[in-house]
């Protein structure tokens, strides 16, 4: 294979045109203000927002949404090009910017990528632009033989006169096309008739990945461009109190240091390299206040009393819980807690930016591009409408990456050297001890069998950390963060509770520690289906009764259908080779119906081994099924490696953990193999690069209660002698 | 002014001899295919090979490294054509957000060399490298792939 064969999907009008993807950016330079509006290259022909067609043939499609590796470029031009009629080997891509967006009234709609929602919230207006696209060039066509329009067909971007034979190519009409009306309505095509979408096609950004070319935010620069690296309050909440700049001013390539916010130092140097060092002996105060008494044993004390505290937000409510468990024949009690996370993205956060007295720029990989403009906007002090931010692709988001201060940062100080560019970049160490964290609960559930082992009640306390309140607190409906009950709330197509409990009562005791909470891939699905399915197991344990039959008698029929799947094809109850177990888990999240088997041992000395994981997933429409093996077996090493190893602690009201020594993470010695199961329903739309992240844990550690008779209730496992009688 | 045998050329830098050979490679040589991701040697998507040799490139002071001849992701293809792990790479679409993948591919090359029938136990030994979207089990299979190509 070489190289040239396998370029041919490489956008060629980005250089010319006013939006861009990272290998338009490779050489470095400023699109500046004059790229923005109409600048297309001349032979671009846009028929819509989301279709461009070239001459050539070569089509463009328009992706709002941001890719970090789940694939939504891919399913989403996958969307458009089944609508379109286009020849997939002739599809590339490109980004609008959320300036652009904004200019023309948010034609792109959500640039917003997280919550799993790329394909399911915007497959319809996505299809819509497509098949569009396809009406007018069938009309150019039509038009250009003088037939009507209805005679003519459209198929492998080549549209056919019925009666004539004739054919012509879309790049041929595509000028004409463009200057048509577009059709007022669309009939989008059946699921039954997809050729592209719903099939395993490649992503269309692997091959830059493979020969070290794709430009990632840290990877880009400028003519003139200097490099900033940050260093803010060890405790978050603190302040700078002072710094002495005299004493590194000198060193090698150091061009300023500044303080931004009242909270962070930065030194601006010629290279990553000597801003660091230089930063390393800069000597700096801080005002820590009382934060500094805070640590993950006061935490701990804070939400353990909230677990028994009189005054909580309902979520589920059905029937009376506590009567019914009072009246049980048997009660079953436990308490769970899920400690900090971190994303730790591959690549640390950084942003260059280029303010003048008139202009903001930003370049940066954000999965949130509007809410990146917004924060250019606010640091520069600019209207909105003299900023933009130009997307590059991003070394990893799980959530990160919605958030916008690191782009603030480097707004801030290039403000301070207006006409330079600034790549602010952040070290590891300042990464994990800034981040906003997964957040921290603990739960205690209590649940009422009868005497035939029928659970009749259900009660659950979270306690702990709401994520809205910090981060979005216009959210939150009446003091409460709906968000908080993922996975377990009483309906509606997100993340509803699946199993019918006569009497059930799930509330939660808000706690909110000054540690930042954050949207962590997969956010609070994770820590509520720990919760739930372990303590399933134990319900079905003290009953006596196996856990899937269990389970299935209280499962709603979705919820069912999918754990089954799950179930058959990892062969749960048959025979495992000697010393293995099987544990198993399911719910709803983002939309989708999900569910895990884990299969383990764990060996006489404690060793724990996670052989397989079977999973089960619908998610409605499968618009990629390759890409959705993908992120079932990628989402169960982020699951899995907060099961083993993850957890931010806090001492003296700082992180703890600094980096990869401190923080450890799963590698590829203790993969499972994953098996994936798609059990499409085609009645709905959901996510995948979420909901079973939130299935490994719980399948995982009911495994291992089989194999040990041990039950795990905090994470992470590398806390826990797992050795027989230890 | 100093040299570096980077690529099969002859680089000049004028970087502080205690430089992490990383930082020479992305800020001077614009050999940016090469990631930081940790600074400490643990995460690997800083590895090069030096002298053939996988080697974490953020834990080598540019002095350190003489003449030796250092290969970046960069060169894997350098006359056009993948190589027969890119290309399976490539093939079992294995990059996700695809920042460790020069590392991953540049351990595996080495792995390869060393031994052209690897095992998974040889690839659990020699695949340290730490990828946060989950791409092992494509990356594991890409090996093997390679392997028999």
Request: hydrophobic fraction near 40%; proline fraction near 5%; glycine fraction near 10%.
């Amino acid at each position: 294979m070489t190289i040239h064969q396998t370029s041919l999907r490489r956008p060629s009008l980005r250089r010319r045109g006013f939006m861009v993807s990272g290998a338009a950016v490779a050489g470095g330079f400023s699109l500046g203000f004059s790229t923005f509006g109409v600048a297309h290259a001349a032979e671009a022909k846009e028929l819509n927002a989301w279709v461009v067609v070239m001459p050539d043939d070569k089509v463009v499609i328009r992706i709002a949404r941001s890719e970090m590796g789940q694939g939504t470029l891919t399913g989403l031009a996958q969307l458009v090009a089944e609508e379109l009629e286009c020849d997939w080997s002739k599809v590339t891509w490109e980004y609008p910017t959320p300036g652009e967006n904004l200019r023309r009234n948010r034609v792109w709609k959500n640039f917003s990528t997280g919550g799993s929602r790329g394909i399911r919230e915007s497959n319809q207006y996505v299809r819509e632009g497509g098949a569009m696209a396809r009406e007018m060039l069938i009309a150019a066509a039509a038009a250009e033989w003088k037939v009507p329009a209805a005679e003519c067909s459209a198929a492998n971007s080549v549209i056919t006169h019925k009666g004539s034979g004739k054919k012509l190519t879309y790049g041929a009409v595509a000028a004409a096309a463009a200057q048509l009306e577009p059709p007022k309505e669309v009939k989008l095509k059946d699921v039954k008739d997809w050729k592209i979408a719903g099939k395993p096609v490649k992503k269309l950004d692997t091959l830059d990945k493979v020969t070290g070319k794709q430009i990632y935010g840290i990877d880009f620069t400028m003519p003139g461009m200097l490099v900033a690296t940050v260093r803010a309050c060890p405790v978050i909440g603190g302040k700078l109190k002072s710094f002495d700049a005299a004493k590194v001013e000198k060193m090698p390539g150091v061009k300023k240091v500044v303080a931004i916010d009242g909270n962070a130092v930065v030194v601006v140097a010629n290279t990553y390299w000597n801003a660091r060092t230089a930063l390393a002996a800069l000597p700096t105060e801080w005002d820590i206040g009382d934060l500094g008494k805070v640590s993950s044993e006061s935490i701990a004390a804070l939400l353990t009393e909230g677990l028994t505290a009189p005054e909580a937000f309902v979520g589920n409510k059905v029937g009376d819980a506590k009567a019914a468990i009072d009246g049980a024949a048997k009660k079953v009690e436990a308490i769970y807690s899920f400690p900090y996370q971190h994303h730790v993205t591959m690549e640390p956060m950084n942003a260059t930016a280029l303010v003048t007295a008139d202009k903001c720029e930003v370049w940066c990989g954000t999965q949130n591009g509007e809410a990146a403009l917004a924060a250019a906007s606010e640091a520069s002090g600019l209207p909105v409408a003299k900023c933009d931010v130009i997307k590059l692709m991003l070394g990893g988001g799980f959530g990160r990456r919605g958030r916008s201060d690191y782009v603030r940062q480097a707004v801030l100080v290039a403000k301070e050297m207006q006409g330079t560019p600034i790549k602010l970049m952040w070290s590891r160490e300042e990464d994990m001890t800034h981040c906003q964290y997964h957040p921290i609960t603990m739960c205690k559930l209590t649940g009422g069998l009868d005497a035939q082992g029928n659970l009749v009640g259900l009660q659950v306390r979270i306690s702990g950390q709401s994520i809205l309140a910090s981060l979005l607190p216009g959210n939150l409906v009446n003091g409460m963060d709906p968000a908080t009950f993922q996975g377990l709330m009483a309906g509606g197509a997100e993340a509803a509770y699946g199993y019918n409990v006569p009497n059930l009562l799930i509330d939660h005791a808000m706690r909110n520690p000054h540690i930042t909470p954050g949207f962590w891939r997969g956010v609070n699905v994770n820590q509520n289906a720990v919760y739930m399915e372990c303590f399933m197991d134990e319900l079905a344990e003290a009953a006596g009764q196996d856990p899937l039959a269990f389970r299935m008698k209280l499962l709603k029929p979705k919820w069912a259908a999918v754990l089954k799947a799950a179930a058959d094809k990892a062969g749960y109850g048959k025979p495992l080779p000697e010393g293995h177990f099987h544990g198993i888990s399911q719910v709803m999240g983002y939309g989708s119906y999900v569910a895990g088997v884990a299969e383990v041992s764990v060996s006489p000395e404690g060793h724990l081994k996670i052989h397989k994981i079977t999973a089960a997933t619908n998610p409605g429409h499968v618009v990629n099924p390759a890409q959705i093996e993908r992120q079932v077996a990628g989402s169960f090493v982020y699951g899995l490696s907060a099961v083993l190893y993850g957890e931010i602690t806090v001492k003296d009201g700082a992180v703890e953990q600094t980096n990869f020594d401190s923080h450890n993470v799963m590698r590829i010695d203790e993969m499972p193999r994953v098996e994936t199961v798609l059990v499409p329903t085609n009645d709905f739309w959901g996510g995948v690069g979420e909901p079973t992240i939130a299935v490994a844990a719980p399948a995982v550690l009911n495994a291992i209660a089989k194999a040990t008779g041990k039950r795990v209730r905090n994470l992470p496992l590398m806390h826990h002698e797992l050795k027989k009688g230890a | 002014m100093a040299v570096l045998n980077v690529n099969g050329k002859a680089l000049n830098h004028s970087a502080d001899p205690r430089t992490p050979l990383l930082w020479v490679l992305r800020e001077q040589l614009n050999l940016t295919g090469t990631k930081y991701g940790c600074g400490i040697a643990q995460c690997g998507s800083c590895t090069v090979h030096i002298d053939g040799v996988a080697t974490r490139s953020c834990q080598v002071p540019v002095n350190s490294v003489g003449n030796r001849k250092i290969t970046t992701i960069e060169a894997l293809a350098a006359n056009g054509t993948l190589t027969k792990i890119q290309q399976a790479w490539v093939e079992l679409d294995v990059p996700q957000c695809g920042y460790c993948q020069s590392g991953m591919i540049m351990a595996a090359t080495a792995l390869l060399a060393a031994k052209p029938k690897p095992t998974d136990a040889d690839i659990d030994a020699a695949i340290t490298n730490i990828c946060r979207c989950g791409t092992y089990q494509q990356v594991r299979e890409a090996i093997h792939a390679a392997a028999k190509a």
